[in-house]
């Protein structure tokens, strides 16, 4: 039997869920033949829009003149805030950001009116022209500008735990210090688009690239000035969004609506590449302060964290993002005394947003940069360090109360993944290279990952999902989640072909639309797979099992008697066709369609006290990597990967490691090359590919071996799995880690000056601290 060719609770034997499927859209991807928005067919007399955005960062809008836009050959129409008809709102809870600048301006790029033309090339052209006039005010671009002028988009919050400062103090060993964190650029290969065709009696249906369906339908009902009923917005799928597209793919989707709604044609927006990353909001990024307190073995006995968070010009999804943070600024360690504080401090930048992981990654990386800092500090082996401080027996409690009660998982993934690495052998090798080479420099670490799953907003831990059997033995399937590449639709349909026993070319899933399965949570938070699965498990044994009693009475057998395999209905040594049972369900005036609902059970979180269960589960994981620098350039590469990551009994295994290995280069990449710079005008400058760099196929390790842990998840979720869609990300810590390992190698006992990201630029700087500290 393979890893994860196991058999379902309960001793059944299964025929799709557990086995390696292709995704449902790969070889429409590969022959370029997956249709994304874009390549829709535009219905005649469809518009295009452009943007015209604000040249300050800070300011009183005092004039806009569009005369030259408006006589540009083509233009239809041109549009600001005086057009909104509804409320000039697209934030989506606070109600502080407007689709359309009025009166002041709150970034560089902030948009203030929007061209429809009959060409994209005719909107762009024209939107150029726009003359707007900002008196300007000194932006806050930085965190220190923010603090200084005491600016935050949401009120301070704090988990305590004990008295923090009277246990450091007591400690034997004490260090203090301060970390930044950068912020990353979310990069999809499909942009932010949309395309809105007005129909009968002001109804808008709204084609949009969204993790969120939902807010998508508010956002453009609250443009409008309609009640959401009369808006449908759909999307088959995303080219990417690792949460770039939960809440900010409104606006786009509003501007297309509003545009619809004033020329009465269809009305189209893609965002150009720079213009999306001017235009769009990051990763969180952060300066941690921090001071902790510590025995002779390492092990905390007292923690202060302040993450200060740079969430640009509005709230947007700021307190859940740096919530998060804090939920995981423990990692995978037990802290007795605790201060974990935040600020969420308001910048003249865009608007920060999701990002895969949602906070988790940075509260995280502050976490295992201290455990770098005492295991320096102590001359131990940072593993070492890392193990003493795991959660364990009586040692299990979170900072937020909620107790960590599958520790061991975590534990064990830790040491069968340092046998399975040859961590210790290849620290001692790699202590043997550093001694006879000056200039080469290697480092390896090995790190653990703990990920709480569930949204932390509890309300949105729900899902809806809605199954058809035709006549002929034929399903469809339709649920609240969207596809952006992660094979949710695949897996969902493996689930639902399991339920009825039929083959997988038999389940059809449909668009994702809000006139399907109304009032969706966004797919995010790693959640999709647990909440659509059992929504549409739910919904398709509805059917089963209405199925089970005609072919029970047909059988001559009671109803749990029957089995569904093989595109079968079985009892005993007899059988039917599926195809036939679903026709004579039909004959007999049997309802062949079902609605199912889920919500996540045993959550709970009171954010006032800051104690609960905000997580269903935890997914745990752990990843060794080794690396190499440069001390002259700075430069970098990552030689070998060992991960082990648990997904309980996995939906699809060859899903979930891709999702593994995607995740881990990405995470890579953040805490590598990928770095966001501002000027002091608050103006962007990495706003292409010129200037930004992901990682690229060359910078994947050669040596990359990823293994899934063989371990169901305790909770009821289904089949048994775990999420797979974040954690990954968080392996790539031990990239960092490794890095600073090797820059310590130059002055073993001095803590490494590093920030995050590690490009060649921050090595050289943290080498030169490191030896000048000496």
């Known amino acids: 039997m393979r890893p994860n ?15 390696p499927l292709p995704h449902d859209s790969a070889a429409k991807h590969v022959q370029g033949a997956a249709p994304y928005i874009d390549d829709l067919p535009e219905p005649a007399g469809t518009l295009h829009l452009a943007v015209g955005g604000s040249p300050m960062a800070r300011g009183r809008l005092i004039a806009v003149d569009l005369e030259k836009v408006r006589a540009v050959p083509g233009v239809v129409a041109v549009l600001t805030a005086a057009d909104v008809p509804g409320k000039n709102d697209i934030s989506p809870a606070f109600g502080d950001e407007p689709l359309f600048a009025h009166g002041h301006v709150m970034f560089h790029g902030q948009p203030v009116f929007a061209v429809a033309a009959e060409t994209r090339d005719a909107a762009r052209r024209a939107a150029r022209l726009g003359a707007i006039t900002v008196v300007q005010e000194k932006p806050a671009v930085t965190v220190e500008d923010a603090e200084k002028r005491g600016d935050t988009v949401l009120p301070d919050y704090a988990f305590i735990r004990g008295d923090a400062s009277a246990a450091i103090d007591a400690a034997p060993n004490q260090i203090a210090g301060q970390f930044r964190i950068g912020g990353q650029e979310h990069f999809y290969l499909e942009g932010q688009v949309a395309l809105a065709i007005p129909g009968e009696d002001g109804a808008m249906h709204v084609h949009t690239s969204t993790q969120h369906p939902t807010e998508v339908q508010h956002v453009c009902a609250r443009i409008l000035g309609l009640p959401d009923a009369m808006v449908t917005a759909e999307v088959r799928r995303m080219g990417g969004g690792f949460g770039g597209k939960e809440s900010q793919a409104s606006q786009w989707a509003a501007m297309a609506a509003l545009a619809a709604r004033v020329t009465g044609r269809p009305c189209k927006i893609r965002l150009d590449r720079d213009d999306d990353m001017a235009m769009t909001g990051k990763r969180h990024d952060f300066r941690v302060d921090y001071a902790v307190g510590f025995d002779d073995e390492g092990r905390i006995q007292g923690v202060e964290m302040a993450f200060l ?25 037990f802290l007795p005394e605790l201060i974990i504080s935040s600020r969420r401090l308001k910048t003249n930048t865009v608007s920060n947003t999701a990002f895969r992981g949602f906070g988790g990654p940075q509260g995280m990386l502050a976490m295992e940069r201290i455990i770098d800092e005492i295991a320096c500090r102590l001359g131990r082996d940072p593993l070492d360090v890392r193990k003493v401080n795991h959660y364990g027996p009586e040692r299990d409690t979170t900072p937020y109360g909620m107790t960590v009660e ?17 961590y210790r052998e290849r620290r001692e090798a ?19 990952v703990k990920f709480g799953i569930s949204f932390t907003l509890t309300q949105l831990n729900q899902a809806g999902a809605l199954v058809h059997v035709y006549s002929d033995g034929s ?36 668009a994702t639309t809000t006139d399907k399965v109304p009032n969706t ?33 047909h059988f001559g057998v009671p109803a749990k008697e029957v089995v569904f395999r093989d595109d079968h209905a079985f009892a005993g040594n007899e059988s039917l066709p599926f195809a036939e049972l679903a026709r004579r369900a039909h004959a007999a005036r049997i309802h062949l369609s079902a609605a199912g609902h889920y919500k996540t059970p045993k959550l709970h979180w009171d954010r006032q006290k800051g104690v609960g269960r905000p997580f269903f589960y935890f997914a745990y994981g752990a990843a060794c990597a080794e690396v190499v620098i440069d001390t002259l350039t700075g430069e970098n590469r990552v030689l070998r990967v060992d991960i082990l990551h648990d997904v309980g009994r996995s939906l699809n295994p060859a899903i979930d490691i891709g999702q593994i290995e995607g995740g881990f280069v990405q995470g890579m990449g953040w805490l590598t090359t990928e770095e966001l710079v501002y000027d002091k005008d608050g103006r962007l400058r990495t706003h292409a590919p010129s200037t930004y760099k992901i990682p ?4 994947v390790p050669a040596d990359f071996r990823v293994t899934l842990f063989d371990g169901e998840n305790r909770e009821e979720t289904v089949y048994r799995s775990k999420a797979v869609g974040e954690p990954p990300l968080m392996l790539a810590n031990a990239v960092f880690c490794a890095i600073a390992d090797a820059v310590q190698s130059i002055a073993p006992g001095r803590p490494v000056p590093l920030d995050a990201p590690a490009t060649p630029e921050a090595i050289l700087k943290a080498i030169q601290g490191i030896v000048a500290a000496g």
């Open 475 to 510: 399903v469809q399937l339709n649920h609240g989640g969207t596809e952006m590449g992660q094979g949710l639709y695949q897996k969902v349909a493996q689930v639902v072909a399991e339920e009825f026993g039929v083959g997988m070319d038999r389940v059809r899933v449909t």
């Open 406 to 422: 599958d520790h061991d998982v975590g534990a064990a993934i830790l040491e069968q993944l340092e046998r399975s690495s040859n």
């Open 696 to 699: 690229v196929a060359s910078d």
């Open 430 to 448: 790699i202590a043997g290279f550093n001694a006879s080479s000056p200039i080469l420099r290697k480092g390896i670490a090995l790190t653990p």
């Open 521 to 553: 949570s966004p797919t995010a938070a790693s959640s999709g797979s647990d909440l659509n699965g059992m929504a549409a498990r739910m919904a398709a044994r509805q059917i089963r099992d209405r199925l089970a009693i005609l072919a029970g009475e």
């Open 309 to 333: 968070a740079r969430c640009g010009c509005s709230a947007d999804l700021s307190q859940g993002v740096v919530d998060r943070t804090m939920f995981h600024a423990d990692a995978s360690y």
């Open 5 to 19: 060719d196991h058999p379902a609770p309960g001793g059944v034997q299964l025929r799709h869920v557990s086995q």
